[in-house]
């Protein structure tokens, strides 16, 4: 397929770029040079993803926002499939939400995901393939290079044909257990922080957390190491980008959103004892200043109190009275 050759191409590319910056650092045939590479790749393809990310999330809560009505109409149209289809349509297309959207981003890696374990197949022939800016010389010495004595196009299912067969089966296991690890956790992330109870769809992302796993977990035997490096290294992306999404702008009525009105909270009140004023029940109150003038906030009127006064003064009108007394009978 012209597409999918493109792909290795760019891939090809984006790793012969990194490679020339990494080399003079690592050295020319290092494996940790070629490793990085990849680690690299993902960067650039998670940076150019991030505009469908940010649909991704846009759709998530969409969808979430008009689950009570496609629930209504799956009540209502329960009989008639083709009915139900043609309602849902109209609230997609009125509230603009793309089902679609919430994917985007995985089915849009899955040709570079691809693409990758090509390049790395063509890695492991002998000789190595060239592919594009991959000339014979540095496709030679991807194919030699080896992290911990794994040659990287090396996979747990042909460790045997590697130098050291253990080696490889126990980076690869390593490896496999952490992509599987974290894509749990990713789905796991987003399921407890940043969903709604009542949430519908729930249901069904608990299913994808469990399935997800064991579907790279299984063919994770036939991965190369490089690919298992991609994959691992987009999940970690994955988890810190969703933390800080989830944390930020959590979808309204979720865990997260309780959240960071506590800590919106929390905030107000540290500023508010800083600045000199109080806080009651969570809202700000300023306390007043000495020229009878607010901070900011709600002015409190304080009740002045009575001042104590001294003994002498308070003996002084008692000793006035009696002198105008005496005087007044002397007179």
């Not at 603009?96 to 390049?119: D, E, K, M, W």
């Not at 126990?170 to 796991?188: D, E, K, N």
């Not at 900011?296 to 001042?307: A, D, E, S, Y």
Request: charge should be positive; include cysteine; charged fraction near 15%.
């Amino acid at each position: 397929m012209f597409l999918l050759e493109w792909l290795e191409a760019a891939v090809a590319w984006v790793l012969v770029a990194f490679h020339t910056l990494l080399a003079p650092i690592f050295g020319s045939d290092s494996g940790w040079s070629w490793v990085l590479s990849i680690v690299g790749l993902v960067v650039v393809i998670r940076i150019a993803l991030i505009p469908l990310f940010v649909k991704q999330i846009n759709a998530q809560r969409g969808m979430q926002l008009i689950q009570p009505r496609i629930k209504e109409i799956q009540k209502k149209y329960a009989g008639d499939r083709e009915k139900q289809s043609a309602e849902m349509m109209k609230i997609y297309k009125e509230t603009g939400t793309n089902p679609l959207a919430s994917c985007l981003p995985i089915i849009l890696q899955a040709p570079i995901f691809f693409a990758l374990f090509r390049v790395l197949q063509g890695i492991a022939a002998q000789p190595p393939t060239s592919i594009g800016p991959l000339t014979p010389e540095l496709a030679q010495s991807a194919h030699d290079a080896s992290i911990f004595g794994v040659p990287i196009y090396a996979t747990f299912a042909h460790a045997d044909e590697t130098p050291f067969p253990t080696s490889t089966k126990i980076l690869a296991v390593v490896l496999i257990i952490t992509m599987s690890a974290t894509t749990f956790i990713t789905q796991r992330q987003l399921i407890v922080k940043n969903s709604a109870p009542n949430n519908p769809m729930v249901k069904q992302q608990k299913i994808l957390m469990y399935v997800f796993p064991l579907i790279f977990a299984i063919g994770g035997f036939n991965f190369p190491i490089g690919v298992l490096i991609y994959w691992t290294t987009t999940n970690l992306w994955s988890m810190g980008q969703q933390f800080y999404v989830i944390r930020n702008n959590p979808q309204p009525g979720t865990p997260a959103a309780k959240a960071l009105e506590e800590r919106k909270k929390a905030k107000a009140a540290a500023k508010a004892a800083k600045d000199g004023g109080t806080v009651i029940q969570g809202e700000v109150v300023a306390s007043e200043t000495a020229d009878n003038s607010t901070n900011k906030g709600v002015t409190v009127q304080n009740r002045q109190q009575p001042k104590r006064q001294s003994k002498s003064k308070r003996q002084a009108p008692k000793q006035t009275s009696k002198k105008s007394s005496g005087g007044s009978s002397g007179g």
